[in-house]
């Protein structure tokens, strides 16, 4: 078992729809990290939370340390958002290394 | 501030040749980390560069190699190609060498291996 798991793998919305792609892990964490890659391949960090919740535009962020459980949700969804999503965590037992989940595509449909 | 460049940006090989990539990170940023991407998979790390000393590396073979000079610019190389080393190559840099660290991506080298 990876010890991080995004879900869904694939998710296709309507323009508009709200938006929820999950990440769980199962070790401990100093930090977890969002990120978006577009079509084009550039990586882009979205947030970095260690607890509590986060919010940039229409982009929220969510973790639960109790429950090993992040979320990331989007609002009014747009086809620019259209990307993959990737989770990435800091092992709490090494203060550097990420360990980096599988990614989440999203596609939204005007 | 200038972000994280990478060259080059394309590049096609053939299968036993060798190949470096370079990467030059934002100013001020010691840590450079690299990445392989395949199509369709996620983000497999090679290594992680921290004031010219490797510090943590993946599990792949002895074809990959890296280093890191003393102005934090970091080269990779790969010998021997094979045609599974085709692949998106990405270098990321941050500040320090921390998992609480944002780590900023270059635009990536795309390597084709015929």
């Known amino acids: 078992k990876n010890e991080v798991e995004q879900s869904p793998q694939n998710l296709t919305a309507q323009e508009g729809e709200f938006i929820t792609i999950n990440c769980s892990y199962s070790?401990?964490?100093?930090?977890l990290h969002w990120l978006q890659q577009h079509p084009g391949g550039g990586i882009v960090s979205l947030f970095m939370?260690?607890?509590?919740?986060k919010k940039h535009g229409r982009l929220i962020a969510t973790i639960n340390i109790q429950e090993k459980h992040s979320s990331l949700h989007i609002t009014a969804s747009h086809p620019r958002d259209s990307a993959v999503y990737i989770c990435?965590?800091?092992?709490?037992?090494?203060?550097?290394?990420?360990?980096w989940g599988a990614g989440t595509k999203l596609i939204i449909k005007p | 501030k200038a972000g994280v460049t990478q060259t080059p940006r394309y590049l096609i090989k053939t299968r036993g040749q060798q190949v470096t990539l370079s990467c030059s990170p934002i100013?001020?940023?010691?840590?450079v980390s690299w990445y392989q991407q395949t199509p369709g998979q996620g983000l497999q790390f090679l290594f992680e560069y921290f004031s010219e000393t490797q510090r943590n590396k993946g599990n792949f073979p002895g074809r990959f190699s890296g280093r890191q000079f003393s102005n934090s610019r970091s080269e990779m190389n790969v010998s021997t190609l094979e045609l599974g080393d085709s692949a998106l190559y990405l270098c990321?840099?941050?500040?320090?060498?921390?998992?609480?660290?944002?780590?900023?991506f270059g635009p990536g080298t795309r390597l084709l291996v015929l």
């Open positions: 990435a965590v800091g092992r709490m037992d090494s203060n550097y290394q990420l360990i």
């Open positions: 990321a840099s941050s500040l320090v060498l921390s998992a609480q660290e944002t780590q900023y």
């Open positions: 100013s001020g940023h010691r840590s």
């Open positions: 939370l260690s607890s509590g919740k």
């Open positions: 070790v401990g964490i100093s930090a």
